[in-house]
């Protein structure tokens, strides 16, 4: 069974570009969440959707934003980057939305830098 | 709100002693769950155990052991015999809605 699949793994943009990450989730699962990871502010939750919806959002301004296919792919976009954009970018796919019990199986993250 | 807490920030161990990571969380929720996740260099995040807020059983799982303290608040996670391969950094992860992660504990077991 293949694991989530980030894309892509590396990504270089110039402040004020925008970028789109992508996600394809674990084989059956229709839940889709996104992470931001840096060394100043660790992991934060930026959203997470389900059945093309999204159901939950983290604290983070408007130019992030995601959204889910029928096929349960996600992706994220970042429009206007800074700098402070630089991240791991992680997907996370569950087969439940909100889901108190299951554990969340994680990719291995896209790597933006904005320079 | 929802905070979890990783007081040591990087450790250092010898192989084959255990060593234990120290996590401490507070929410209001009555229902909860606890994870331990693993991030070795390549960067995903690897699950490794999930303990909800009714079981304070404590359990172990080949090297792996927890203990689980809902009246201080604590989950703390325990390897047995370490290994090098055991070298990543920790994540104790609290969930609700969604994962409130600790900022994580290095771990690098020395040969």
């Known amino acids: 069974k293949a694991g989530v699949t980030q894309t892509p793994r590396y990504l270089i943009k110039t402040r004020g570009q925008q970028v789109t990450l992508s996600c394809s989730p674990i084989?059956?699962?229709?839940?889709v969440s996104w992470y931001q990871q840096t060394p100043g502010q660790g992991l934060q939750f930026l959203f997470e959707?389900?059945?093309?919806?999204?159901?939950n959002k983290g604290n983070f301004p408007g130019r992030f934003s995601g959204r889910q296919f029928s096929n349960s792919r996600s992706e994220m976009n970042v429009s206007t980057l800074e700098l402070g954009d630089s991240a791991l970018y992680l997907c996370?796919?569950?087969?439940?939305?909100?889901?108190?019990?299951?554990?969340?199986?994680f990719g291995q993250g896209t790597r933006l830098t904005v320079v | 709100a929802q905070k979890v807490t990783q007081a040591q920030t990087e450790i250092s161990v010898v192989e084959k002693e255990d060593v234990t990571l120290d996590c401490v969380y507070e929410?209001?929720?009555?229902?909860?769950?606890l994870f331990w996740y693993k991030q070795p260099p390549s960067g995903e995040l690897v699950f490794l155990i999930r303990?909800?807020?009714?079981?304070?059983q404590n359990e172990i799982s080949g090297r792996y052991s927890w203990n689980f303290q809902k009246s201080t608040s604590s989950f703390n996670f325990t390897i047995t015999a370490s290994q090098v391969v055991d070298s990543a950094v920790y994540f104790c992860?609290?969930?609700?809605?969604?994962?409130?992660f600790g900022p994580g504990t290095r771990l690098s077991v020395l040969p």
């Open positions: 996370a796919s569950s087969f439940f939305q909100g889901a108190r019990g299951t554990e969340a199986f």
């Open positions: 084989s059956g699962h229709r839940s």
């Open positions: 959707y389900f059945s093309e919806t999204q159901r």
């Open positions: 929410t209001r929720d009555t229902t909860y769950y």
């Open positions: 303990r909800n807020s009714f079981d304070e």
């Open positions: 992860a609290l969930r609700g809605q969604n994962f409130v």
